[in-house]
């Protein structure tokens, strides 16, 4: 169970001067301080997966990395399994596993290399790695390419070690930052049969994401974000009906709801 | 942390491009560039002793014994004839003649009576030769003559005669020992090549270890694993640390090894003879002052790369850094700048300064305890500073 409230972070704007007309205008930017995210608020139960949508530059990636503990929030809570993430950061860095579409590997070490060294380093003895690694290595079909160094892999290689990267330690929560972003068609298809894998297991998932069909496939809850607010939370039922099944129209129409007079959602 | 150390190091090992900047290059490319330009060198020296120099000779009639010697000598000087009123600038410039020689009229052997001769060299002096040398060799022997043929007519004895050559002479009595006197030659410019090259090898593990993994995405998941950040960048630390020493550690013996190799004969007892003088212990501390040198470089390296965006930026702040740490090395080279006072305090230079003791064994043992103390703290300041750099999201996420 993961409870997110009233989540915001501001960051410093180091030269005001150099914003465009359009940031300008960005009601968020307040004097030097640009808040990137300003109150964010959802929760996400047990075998739940739920789907983070949002223009460009609403605040998903900045919610997901103090979800991470990456960055700091200036205030609100975020609660796992009870666990205060924001007072014990490095617990609760043992119960997520986290993954990005721009995630990196070491290009010098192997497959097996990248996947391990993470294992270590969230103290999983050598055993329990090797146990893993192959239990996952059978699973996203990896033997082929675990021994080779990773520079020279394909997307859906790469796609392949990092989910498997991210999961070694069997955490509590999977949080993926637009997982599919600049993915060919067979790597997205690992990363969309990963994340139903992972709900059959009963392990939460937080993924953001701009594809609505990956949304309506996978989703169990809807949270949407614009400029740094929640402005829809609620499941995937209720997010259809808003305009009678049409996930795009839908997903206007929660923007609408809070930027009317604006309404300038490009982006898209 | 050694979780971290060892997987950086493994990853250093296994790429080709660190590899080839810590140790290929120190071993292979030094030795061969200061071979191709030792072998210009000698060859230009040797060119310039051997060359046929083509001359013309005014007033060749006052002085027929010299315009003789010169024109006998085919294997090293070659007659050119000139018109009386050439301008020689121009005849040298556009390389008619080496160089023209002007004797003068007054010009006779029994120089009692007429005084010192004034002979005239022209020439263009900019590049590497030998002429003047070459030409006294000749000249000289008539310099002689004329000397003896004036004592005698002065009737002076042999004594008389060095006398009056050099009335007082001052003899030199160095108390400074062989050691001594290399050490303060070559003292100044070792340490410049240490700091130089410890640099250079951790630079580019540096710049790997930071902006490297800002570039590749992996610095992200690196943050979030369950290990305290402090851990995290002693171990990227002691990575670069290493890297550094062992660059400096295998030019160093390098240098000394093809030094042993290139130089034949005496040359091999001279390099032993000033390894025999300077001991063990002096190594040792050379080694040791070193650590806390290359810890301060590890900390300024690695805060710099990961301030970096890519790894190009973090290039260009590390190439200025070079700039910055020469500085304080080159003042340890000046002359009139000792380990005394001041200069104890001055980072950087009070390590300078004592490498070139401990190479002039002339070591005030006290001072340094007090310039490993400060380095050190130094050191560990700038650690400091590294990892609360490295727990601002204004530096990691920029």
Not at chain 1, 168 to 195: K, R, W, Y
Not at chain 2, 18 to 44: D, K, Q, R, Y
Not at chain 2, 226 to 239: C, E
């Amino acid at each position: 169970m993961i409870e997110i409230s009233g989540l915001a972070k501001r960051f410093e704007v180091e030269n005001p001067k150099k914003l465009s007309e359009q940031e300008k205008k960005d009601p968020r930017l307040k004097g030097r301080y640009f808040q990137s995210v300003r109150d964010v608020s959802f929760t996400c139960g047990k075998g739940q997966v739920l789907g983070l949508l949002g223009p460009n530059g609403a605040g998903k990636t900045t919610t997901l990395r103090m979800l991470s503990t990456a960055l700091k929030p200036d205030s609100g809570k975020v609660l796992i399994d009870g666990d205060d993430v924001l007072a014990n950061p490095i617990i609760a860095r043992k119960k997520i596993g986290f993954l990005s579409s721009s995630t990196g590997l070491y290009g010098r070490l192997t497959g097996r290399e990248n996947i391990a060294y993470f294992g270590e380093l969230h103290g999983l003895d050598k055993k329990t790695i090797d146990a893993r690694i192959e239990e996952m290595a059978d699973l996203l079909d990896m033997e082929s390419f675990l021994e080779r160094r990773a520079e020279n892999f394909s997307s859906g290689m790469k796609q392949k070690t990092s989910i498997a990267r991210a999961v070694i330690h069997e955490p509590s929560l999977v949080v993926l930052d637009e997982p599919t972003t600049g993915l060919d068609i067979m790597a997205t298809s690992t990363v969309m049969e990963f994340i139903q894998r992972l709900k059959s297991k009963g392990t939460p998932v937080i993924f953001s994401t701009h594809h609505l069909d990956e949304v309506q496939t996978l989703c169990d809850k809807v949270t949407v974000i614009n400029q740094g607010q929640t402005v829809f939370n609620d499941s995937l039922e209720a997010f259809s009906a808003l305009s009678g099944g049409q996930m795009h129209k839908s997903f206007l129409q929660t923007l609408a709801l809070d930027t009317k007079e604006t309404a300038n959602v490009v982006n898209l | 942390m050694w979780l971290i150390f060892k997987k950086e190091f493994k990853e250093l090992l296994r790429d080709r491009k660190t590899i080839i900047f810590m140790i290929g290059l120190p071993l292979l490319l030094f030795p061969l560039i200061f071979g191709v330009a030792m072998f210009f060198m000698s060859s230009a020296a040797e060119k310039a002793e051997s060359k046929v120099l083509k001359y013309a000779i005014v007033g060749e009639a006052y002085a027929p014994d010299i315009a003789n010697s010169l024109s006998q000598a085919t294997d090293k000087f070659e007659t050119i004839s000139i018109a009386s009123d050439a301008d020689y600038a121009t005849l040298i410039k556009n390389e008619t003649v080496d160089f023209v020689l002007v004797i003068p009229e007054s010009f006779n052997s029994d120089v009692l009576n007429s005084g010192q001769h004034k002979l005239q060299l022209f020439l263009n002096d900019a590049g590497l030769n030998k002429v003047l040398g070459r030409v006294s060799e000749i000249v000289d022997v008539y310099t002689d003559e004329f000397q003896q043929t004036a004592f005698s007519a002065l009737g002076l004895n042999e004594t008389q005669q060095t006398a009056l050559l050099t009335p007082i002479l001052i003899e030199k009595q160095n108390v400074a020992d062989d050691r001594e006197v290399w050490g303060e030659r070559i003292g100044g410019i070792i340490p410049y090549f240490i700091f130089i090259l410890c640099l250079q090898g951790a630079m580019a593990p540096a710049a790997d270890l930071g902006a490297g993994e800002k570039e590749r995405g992996t610095l992200e998941t690196l943050l979030i694993s369950p290990m305290d950040r402090y851990k995290l960048v002693l171990g990227k630390f002691l990575t670069i640390c290493c890297a550094g020493i062992i660059t400096a550690l295998i030019t160093v013996s390098s240098m000394a090894g093809w030094g042993i190799v290139l130089s034949q004969g005496m040359a091999i007892e001279f390099v032993a003879e000033v390894m025999a003088m300077i001991g063990i212990i002096d190594f040792v501390l050379i080694f040791l002052m070193l650590v806390p040198v290359v810890a301060v470089f590890a900390a300024v390296l690695l805060s710099l790369s990961i301030y970096a965006r890519s790894f190009k930026e973090a290039q260009s702040y590390m190439g200025s850094l070079i700039m910055v740490i020469i500085f304080p090395v080159l003042i340890a080279m000046m002359p009139g700048v000792e380990l005394k006072g001041g200069w104890v305090w001055v980072p950087l230079t009070n390590v300078a300064l004592a490498m070139k003791e401990l190479f002039k064994g002339t070591m005030d043992y006290f001072a340094l305890f007090g310039i490993f103390i400060s380095t050190a703290a130094i050191a560990t300041g700038l650690l400091m500073f590294c990892i609360h750099w490295f727990n601002k999201e204004k530096v990691l996420f920029r």
